[in-house]
T-cell receptor
Framework: IAGITQAPTSQILAAGRRMTLRCTQD?????MYWYRQDLGLGLRLIHY???????GKGEVPDGYSVSRANTDDFPLTLASAVPSQTSVYFC?????????????FGPGTRLTVL | GQNIDQPTEMTATEGAIVQINCTYQ??????LFWYQQHAGEAPTFLSY??LDGLEEKGRFSSFLSRSKGYSYLLLKELQMKDSASYLC??????????WGAGTKLIIKP
């Protein structure tokens, strides 16, 4: 089934630990995005990638890193997790880099940092 | 600063019509999106407006007034499955998406 998958579904993590959230899409979309969603706030863009081999910083990039080695995968890494990174993380993709293009979201990863 | 405002929560009755409003203040404007998000699930695209006016897609319609910085999502013949959060997002002059916090719509029988 075409779409975006994320792993893990949920995770409880001790502060200071390193964690990588995985995101894979099979739609051959060029652009991919990582968002965090917190209660009472809108989605906030962490990092994005317009095409394989390129990445860019979004609104809230501090404490996070990404890589885009190929078209399909876009992992998000928390080098040393802190409690303020407790959130629901969504990966998304769009067919083109046009900002008016529809974004397709993965099912999300619920991360709790203690 | 840039801001998207929408009501936190709304309640409506099955079979009725509901209008969810969204006002935006962005540096420049390149269109407005509406997404639907069921609890615990991913947002899914509903509509994109860049020109003034009403666009209809079945039971859902979206309206935009650029001069007023205002949009609404109109849902007709409400069904229980329409219970969800509705996210408004504006595209600013740098083509960055500014997301609202979402409106939780509760449908009662």
């Amino acid at each position: 089934i075409a779409g975006i998958t994320q792993a893990p579904t949920s995770q409880i993590l001790a502060a200071g630990r390193r964690m990588t959230l995985r995101c894979t899409q099979d739609m051959r979309h060029n652009a991919m995005y990582w968002y965090r969603q917190d209660l009472g706030l809108g989605l906030r863009l962490i990092h994005y990638s317009n095409t394989a081999g390129t990445t860019g910083k979004g609104e809230v990039p501090d404490g996070y890193s990404v890589s885009r080695a190929n078209t399909d995968d876009f992992p998000l890494t928390l080098a040393s997790a802190v409690p303020s990174q407790t959130s629901v993380y969504f990966c998304a993709s769009s067919a083109t880099t046009s900002p008016t293009d529809t974004q397709y979201f993965g099912p999300g990863t619920r991360l709790t940092v203690l | 600063g840039q801001n998207i405002d929408q009501p936190t929560e709304m309640t409506a009755t099955e079979g009725a019509i509901v209008q969810i409003n969204c006002t935006y203040q962005t540096s420049g404007f390149n269109g407005l999106f509406w997404y639907q998000q069921h609890a615990g699930e991913a947002p899914t695209f509903l509509s994109y407006n860049v020109l003034d006016g009403l666009e209809e897609k079945g039971r859902f319609s979206s309206f935009l007034s650029r001069s007023k910085g205002y949009s609404y999502l109109l849902l007709k013949e409400l069904q229980m499955k329409d219970s969800a959060s509705y996210l408004c997002a504006g595209l600013d002059s740098n083509y960055q998406l500014i997301w609202g916090a979402g409106t939780k719509l509760i449908i009662k029988p």
